[in-house]
């Protein structure tokens, strides 16, 4: 006869799965529910204070605690589980201890907690994992909305310093986090607009977003900086941006040694809006009213956004009748040039082609000899060394719009945040969740939320 080699345990704590636990009694409720009693399958425990080991019991206590939910008919209250602890109340071993008794403290039950450890690592996994809302959580699990936010709050303690963070390629960007508010001055009796504005730091090589700060002014972003380790900035080497005057202001004042790069998509963006501005000032010269549908230029406004190389022959010849029938000038043509140009400059694979591309578009811009075309041609020599940086190295602001995309998600699924404190740690936890989720999924590693 065979005998079994693992541990023999009650079928209910087997069931139960507490850690630690054995399950003294289980019954249903009259409300709904179940009521289960455990206790600690070990006694012995160390003092706080002095840290004896002592095995003396003083008495015997109760303690209800929230606990996950488990089976149920699938109503609210059908899978709730009252967790119903029975702790001992040890006696101090040491005569000279102040504190003569103490109770019991285990991993799952920390002294003065009111939650077992594993509710509350299914309530962060729930928030941060699966991005739901804290009311929704709290709903969920039978617990207080101020429960789950603590929870939140000291998973945002858990999560490593910056500094011991490897930063290579920094990337910066602002986010708005409100609508647009007005107060009114009590020094001058007059109101003001305010756009409370965010500025998130990312790390582009993992996506992770490692830094918050209120405003998007110079001041806010050299001070996060500065707060860092001169070990810390001085490994980064390349920061993606925006064109923002701003935000350069500050990087080259706070991180000298690294080197700008300013995202292309943004570059493109602009040249988008020329070809727009342009295509609007003829139709109003030209026509006297705004574009209509009937207008070919309005009709196809969005091809003329289009990449030139990705444009198939049927997208040509309506680009063509464009500018034979509603470019009476030349001017949208020369301006659709122009902005080509800017993206044969911004494709270049190194830097001598990419020098002569913009000899070539300097020409085609003296050509065009539009307000529009010269200040696009200006903006891109103010950041041409950005630029340079961009086509060596080829780092771009894209994972940066990615987690601002995530940071929108976020404040859609909580509707809106009053407390920065609370929308900056969700926005930290959630971060690090996902990059780490990547990480971990990419080593082909069962992801868990911790």
Request: hydrophobic share 40%; proline share 4%.
């Amino acid at each position: 006869m065979s005998e079994p080699t693992c541990s023999q345990r009650a079928a209910a704590s087997v069931i139960f799965d507490l850690p630690g636990y054995d399950v003294l009694e289980a019954l249903d409720v009259p409300c709904g529910g179940r009521r289960v009693v455990v206790q600690a399958i070990g006694r012995d425990e160390g003092c706080p204070d002095c840290g004896v080991i002592s095995t003396r019991v003083h008495e015997w206590t109760r303690q209800r605690v929230k606990d996950i939910g488990a089976g149920g008919d699938g109503t609210p209250t059908g899978g709730r589980v009252e967790v119903v602890v029975r702790k001992p109340r040890m006696v101090c071993a040491e005569p000279a201890c102040a504190r003569k008794t103490f109770t019991q403290a285990t991993d799952q039950l920390p002294s003065r907690a009111r939650c077992l450890t594993r509710l509350r690592t299914a309530i962060l996994h729930a928030v941060i994992g699966s991005g739901r809302a804290a009311d929704e959580v709290a709903v969920a699990f039978g617990v207080a909305w101020w429960t789950v936010q603590a929870v939140v709050l000291a998973a945002v303690m858990t999560l490593p310093e910056v500094d011991d963070l490897p930063v290579r390629f920094l990337g910066i960007d602002e986010h708005r986090f409100r609508t647009v508010r007005w107060f009114r001055d009590p020094d001058t009796n007059t109101w003001k607009r305010v756009e409370p504005w965010m500025t998130t730091f990312v790390n582009l090589h993992t996506g992770q977003v490692i830094g918050v700060v209120d405003g998007r002014h110079s001041s806010a972003v050299t001070t996060w900086l500065d707060a860092r380790s001169q070990a810390w900035r001085d490994r980064v080497e390349v920061v993606a941006m925006d064109p923002s005057a701003t935000y350069r202001s500050a990087i080259t004042t706070a991180l000298p040694s690294a080197s700008i790069s300013v995202d292309h998509w943004h570059l493109i963006r602009l040249a988008n809006l020329m070809v727009t501005s342009v295509r609007q000032r003829v139709a109003r010269e030209w026509l006297g009213r705004r574009g209509r549908a009937t207008d070919g230029a309005w009709a196809h406004r969005m091809l003329l956004l289009r990449a030139g190389n990705s444009l198939t022959p049927r997208a040509w010849n309506r680009l063509e009748g464009v500018f034979t029938h509603d470019d009476p000038t030349g001017e949208l043509g020369a301006a659709w040039g122009v902005k080509e140009g800017l993206r044969l400059v911004l494709a270049s694979p190194s830097l001598d082609q990419a020098r002569d591309a913009k000899q070539r578009l300097e020409g085609w811009v003296k050509d065009a000899d539009t307000d529009e075309t010269t200040r696009l041609w200006d903006t891109l020599n103010a950041w041409w060394p950005a630029i340079e940086v961009f086509i060596t190295t080829r780092v771009t602001n894209a994972r940066t719009e990615a987690a601002n995309t995530a940071i929108k998600h976020i404040k859609r699924t909580g509707r809106g945040y009053r407390n920065n404190e609370h929308y900056q740690a969700r926005i930290l936890l959630r971060s690090a969740h996902r990059a780490r989720q990547h990480r971990l999924t990419s080593q082909g590693t069962t992801v868990k939320c911790e």
